[in-house]
T-cell receptor, first 113, second 109 residues
Framework: NAGVTQTPKFQVLKTGQSMTLQCAQDMNHNSMYWYRQDPGMGLRLIYY???????DKGEVPNGYNVSRLNKREFSLRLESAAPSQTSVYFC????????????FGPGTRLTVT | AQRVTQPEKLLSVFKGAPVELKCNYS??????LFWYVQYSRQRLQLLLR??SRESIKGFTADLNKGETSFHLKKPFAQEEDSAMYYC???????????FGKGTTLSVSS
């Protein structure tokens, strides 16, 4: 099992450009999450999907959109990238919602210039 | 408000020394707490959770409701323990995990 996979691993964007971060899990998990990790800020939840067909905002959703394409895939879209979105983005999944153990992907390092 | 506080950004110890990574939380009711670890160039992974009361890689953490703390301890640090450690709290709505800002543990010989 690959677990949680993310593409791309690295990306450089110019301000105003758009892109989609892809995430997939092969553990048949119901819930999926997107976090961003910034120095001194820890991990902050951007969006989550408790189950297929549902998505909800987390702590820092502004500037992002998500799509739960199916049970396996959960994508994060930046419509108009800003330098403040320079960060490392982690996708995670869990079998149950909320307190169950979360399994993390390797991360995508995004730089917006 | 629900919050997780890790007061130390960096903790440096020598190999063989005891380690205590501090975590305090703010929560109404019975909290569910976790410690996650991120080794260099590896993904974030669960280290332990308070419900299971287990010891993983020599680490333990006890929930102290009176002090609202969930400190991570190890009696004798090893160099391979060097990593970033995050304390996390399941939020009241059961939505997701609230992470602290993390503590970098550096163990040197």
């Amino acid at each position: 099992n690959a677990g949680v996979t993310q593409t791309p691993k690295f990306q450089v964007l110019k301000t105003g450009q758009s892109m989609t971060l892809q995430c997939a899990q092969d553990m048949n998990h119901n819930s999926m999450y997107w976090y961003r990790q910034d120095p001194g800020m820890g991990l902050r939840l951007i969006y989550y999907s408790a189950s297929e067909g549902t998505t909800d905002k987390g702590e820092v959703p502004n500037g992002y959109n998500v799509s739960r394409l199916n049970k396996r895939e959960f994508s994060l879209r930046l419509e108009s990238a800003a330098p403040s979105q320079t960060s490392v983005y982690f996708c995670a999944s869990s079998s149950g919602f909320g307190g169950y153990e979360q399994y993390f992907g390797p991360g995508t390092r995004l730089t917006v210039t | 408000a629900q919050r997780v506080t890790q007061p130390e950004k960096l903790l440096s110890v020598f190999k063989g020394a005891p380690v205590e990574l501090k975590c305090n939380y703010s929560y109404s009711g019975s909290p569910e707490l976790f410690w996650y670890v991120q080794y260099s160039r590896q993904r974030l992974q669960l280290l332990l959770r308070h419900i299971s009361r287990e010891s993983i890689k020599g680490f333990t953490a006890d929930l102290n409701k009176g002090e609202t703390s969930f400190h991570l301890k190890k009696p004798f640090a090893q160099e391979e323990d060097s990593a970033m450690y995050y304390c996390a709290l399941r939020d009241q709505a059961g939505t997701a995990l609230i992470f602290g800002k993390g503590t970098t543990l550096s163990v040197s010989s």
